[in-house]
């Protein structure tokens, strides 16, 4: 179907465009930018007067539950939730049931959001064996699945000879390793940041040494073996700090930072909110304001969504007994574009924190409107609000932090590979 968008604000950071033009789809591929082709001729018009233009967000962590964890979501909810957020590619962790380190799991759970088509779903595989810590996995034979990188999701590898192992094996090959910085004793039974907010809730702590500590072992390998190195979900101003550090050294190294890390802090527990308990825990407002400070600066370089559905029994249970997760991958533009606003940045700056960037860290062909790319795009208006309720949103979890706020940045339409998988309508 040729699909003609036009009187759109087109935002194109990997082109440098920011400008009012008209987008021209034929066959699954943007095929013009700003003038058409020869001989186009439009099968559907999307009037896109007042709103903004951009290619398919692009999620650098966001849990779709299956399999085996279908009581919390399902594949078919989670990239429903996915296309009403805009997101048109995603890197799912492997700590599903069985976990994904056996390539005809890899196959299969491809196969299956394939046959959804709402969404590119990009597997990470699993770094060690059922991710115990102990063997690893068959990188190649995953990589050849369609695995884009590897992780051990929020289990460590406490053996440093086998972490030191796993490095080697990923520069061999040139893989990249996704991996959360966090010491498994100092974080041990933790369930909010070591500070003043829980001790007076009587709450185990996790205090930002256990980030940082383990950041520096993190670092310190991926420089001595070459390993290409993406940190996911900083949390913590020494964290930035480190990454900051090792950047200017000229090591190759990336980090990301999750939307709730954006905007919340562990004053945002409250009363034993357990919408708030997170992994990695909500820290201080120092941290925070060294978190977007780092994203602002390009030491952190990209958002991430940090989707995490769960039941809702799950957080119904005492704060430290209840799951950690938030169902976050609906609110990505939202909260992408609260920061940038916050900071007095573009809706360009933040776009290309949620397309551009996480397409170039994962190694995926997208993230771009570039003539002959897919056709994946969101058109959304960055000034209308909407109300964040349970009963709006499309994921089978509906466990954010943000229930019943207003944020501005609102979905019209998703299109994954030239065809219409979400289209939003505005409030009356």
Known sequence: MN???QHGHVIDPANKIDAKMDVYVAAGKIVGVGSAPADFKADQTIDATGLMVAPGLVDLSARLREPGFEYKATLNSELQAAAAGGVTSLACPPDT????????????????????????????????RQLEGKNLTEMCELTDAGCVGFTQADFPIV???VLWRAFEYAATFGYTLFLRAEDYYLAKGGVAHDGEVASRLGLKGIPAAAESLALATLLRIARETGTRLHIQR???????A?????????????????TQHLHLTELDIGFFNTLTHLRP?????????????????????????????????????????AEAGASAVELLLPLALKWANQHQLSVADAIARITTVPANIMGIPAGTLSVNACADIVI???????????????????NTPFLNMELAGKVHYT??????????????
């Not at 900083?234 to 930035?240: D, K, N, P, R, Y």
């Not at 030239?418 to 309508?425: C, K």
């Open 281 to 321: 825990p909500l820290r201080t407002q120092r941290d925070q304001h060294a978190l977007c400070d780092g994203l602002k600066d390009g030491t952190i370089d990209a958002i991430c969504s940090d989707h995490s559905p769960v039941d809702d029994d799950a957080k119904l249970l005492p704060f430290a007994e």
């Open 3 to 5: 699909i003609l968008i």
């Open 159 to 161: 053996d440093t000879q």
């Open 380 to 398: 959304f208006d960055a000034e209308e609000y909407w109300k964040v309720e349970a009963n709006r949103l499309k994921s089978q979890g509906k």
């Open 242 to 258: 480190l990454v900051r550090q090792a950047k200017l050294q000229g090591q190759a190294v990336t980090a990301d930072v999750s």
């Open 415 to 428: 299109l994954v590979e030239g065809l219409i998988t979400y289209q939003g309508h505005s409030p009356n």
């Open 234 to 240: 900083l949390s913590t101003a020494e964290g930035v």
């Open 97 to 128: 049931e069985p976990t994904l380190d056996e390539p005809g799991l890899v196959e299969m759970l491809k196969y299956r959001a394939k046959k959804l088509n709402l969404a590119h779903v990009y597997p990470l595989g699993a770094l060690t």
